[in-house]
DNA sequence: GTGCATTGGATGCAGGTGCATGTAATGTCC
DNA sequence: GGACATTACATGCACCTGCATCCAATGCAC
């Protein structure tokens, strides 16, 4: 690892951030892939909703605007709203119309979304302490 | 900046990197882009080689084949076919049969190539220190 | 209310990526 | 030498992504 060094700080961290990066994506996609089915990107937004879910009382939602979870997991607007009509398509969110803004969408988790988001997430920490811990 | 903190270190430390890099790498890609007509991508290639070839006399190599560059830059060997194959398109490298090894190919910079690194070097760095400086 | 800008999200399109596969050149074993 | 595995790279294909754009619903002047 940092085989190759630049003698620059900058482009150093950069470089190791890369490779970091490249390394744990590479393994989350495969490993969630395979054994659940699912994409990084989708884990992602999956997760987010659950976590959100279980905050739920102190300040947790329930629902979301499709915006708000392209911040978070660092997606183009048009990405996410691809990324949730596939969740749908698979049962795992559903979207409905939010009725004081009738602009706007609001994704939630099925049963279905929560259950999977639970088989993978012990896949998605272990690949992370793998490569992180 | 990190917002959302999970209670768990590694996920949170996972959480920082992916936005760490999904920061750079956009505002790379645009700057490169807009300004050099360069992807991150090909900057990263033509930035090995063109490091490699400054130091050629002390071990630096002149010339590459392709599964070398695709380790370097964490690309799939497809994907660095293509991309090899847009820089030459583009007149910034060229790609030579290696007559050793009639099944390899070896490629390197072009003058056109070393000069456009040279020209989109400081917007890279300059990217980099503001982000990670 | 009417006209115009803005917002939330969906969609056409071009382009990049990985996987599986194809092709040609080597290597290996007998 | 001949059959088979392997290696290096190219390519067909499916899929994902961002940008630009479109559409509908709001907001804002006036």
């Given at each position: 690892m940092t085989?190759?060094?630049?003698?620059?700080?900058?482009i150093d961290r950069w470089r190791e951030l890369l490779a970091l990066h490249?390394?744990?994506s590479c393994a989350l996609e495969r490993?969630?892939?395979?054994?659940?089915?699912?994409?990084?990107?989708?884990?992602e937004v999956l997760d987010?909703?659950?976590?959100?879910?279980?905050?739920?009382?102190?300040g947790g939602k329930e629902k979301f605007r499709v915006q708000e979870l392209a911040d978070e997991v660092h997606l183009s607007q048009s990405a996410l709203s691809r990324?949730?009509?596939?969740?749908e398509r698979e049962g795992l969110v559903?979207?409905?119309?939010?009725?004081?803004?009738?602009?706007?969408?609001?994704?939630?988790?099925?049963?279905?979304?929560?259950k999977r988001h639970t088989e993978a997430a012990p896949t998605?920490?272990?690949?992370?302490?793998?490569?992180?811990?």
């Open positions: 085989r190759h060094k630049t003698g620059n700080d900058v490249a390394g744990v490993e969630l892939s395979e054994r659940h089915g699912l994409g990084v990107s989708e884990f987010r909703m659950a976590e959100n879910l279980a905050a739920c009382d102190e990324l949730i009509a596939r969740l559903s979207r409905a119309i939010c009725e004081a803004d009738r602009r706007g969408v609001f994704v939630m988790l099925t049963d279905e979304g929560r998605h920490l272990a690949v992370l302490t793998a490569h992180l811990g």
